[in-house]
């Protein structure tokens, strides 16, 4: 599957395209970059970095080191966005045109990017401590022509960017380091530390997101992110005082997305 992957990238071509022409032999030069892609791919680094995309929520992304590769289970955390927005305020208080919304730990852009997609009047914000990172995600608003939609901040989660919000929506960092072990070598070894490892236990970061969260957030508004099965009890202890909260399975029955909304 990687190698046929691989030489796609390598032909420039699509999957159809190799199977309606196997007598196509490779040229010289298209033999010594398939055999470099491989041989990266035999050291371990992930395919998507070889190749630079990622497809998620249908759109094509690219992808470096410098970004967490997006995975299918944070597609949940949209659909639950996308679930509270539809009744938000009962479509009164807050019609989707001043709907405020704030991605934390944007990394590739790609939440940030499928809600400023799917929910073309609202306002949305995107923070990232990693420059390197919005550096991607900023190209990925360019390809999919939604730059003008989101506005980019390299802070340390929600700090400048004030209150007023509807929604705080993130995938934060939330494996802990004494479970580094239980990591898949590829991703220990390849993605971004800062993306993945939260602290000691996993919930340092989450553990800051939620306090900041509730002075962001419009009295109402919600707070919606991705855990993993190992945190879920913390965050409900994290959350108490909230209203509604929610933690929602992903396809593997792992408890994959919070959810919270602040007093009114
Ligand atoms: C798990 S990745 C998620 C990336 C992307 N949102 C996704 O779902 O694929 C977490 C992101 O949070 C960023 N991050 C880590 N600590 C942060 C902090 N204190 N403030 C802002 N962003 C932070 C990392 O640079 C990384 O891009």
């Known amino acids: 599957m990687n ?11 699509d999957r159809a395209y190799l199977y309606a ?22 050291r371990g680094v992930p395919a998507q970095y070889i190749t630079g995309h990622q497809e998620f929520w249908g759109m094509d992304l690219i992808v470096s080191p410098a970004v967490l590769i997006p995975r299918p289970e944070t597609e949940h955390v949209i659909e639950a966005v996308l679930g509270l927005t539809r009744n938000f305020g009962g479509g009164q ?8 919304i704030v991605d934390v730990g944007t990394g590739s852009g790609c939440i940030a990017l499928a809600l400023a997609k799917e929910l073309p009047l609202a306002e949305i914000h995107a923070t990232d401590v990693s420059s390197a990172a919005l550096e991607i995600a900023r190209a990925n ?13 390299e802070t340390d989660l929600l700090k400048g960017l004030g209150g007023g919000f509807d929604l705080v929506v993130s995938n934060p960092p939330y494996v802990g380091e004494s479970e580094a072990d239980q990591v898949q070598l590829e991703v220990r070894k390849f993605e971004p530390r800062n993306a993945v490892f939260a602290g000691p236990t996993g919930i340092e970061v989450i553990a800051r997101v939620i306090p900041q969260a509730l002075m962001a957030l419009k009295p109402g508004g919600w707070l919606v992110f991705e855990i993993s099965g190992t945190i879920a009890n913390s965050v409900r202890e994290l959350l108490r005082g ?6 929602t399975p992903d396809l593997q029955s792992i408890p994959r997305v919070a959810r919270a909304r602040k007093p009114a």
Do not use: S
Request: proline residues 5%.
């Open 3 to 13: 190698a046929e992957l691989l030489l796609t990238f390598t032909l420039g071509c």
């Open 21 to 42: 022409h196997p007598e196509r032999e490779l040229t010289a030069d298209e033999f010594t970059r398939y055999e470099a892609a491989l041989n990266e791919r035999a």
């Open 93 to 100: 208080e807050c019609p989707p045109h001043t709907m405020r």
């Open 141 to 153: 608003a360019a390809r999919h022509q939604l730059e003008k939609r989101i506005q980019f901040h």
């Open 242 to 247: 909230w209203d509604e909260v929610g933690i």
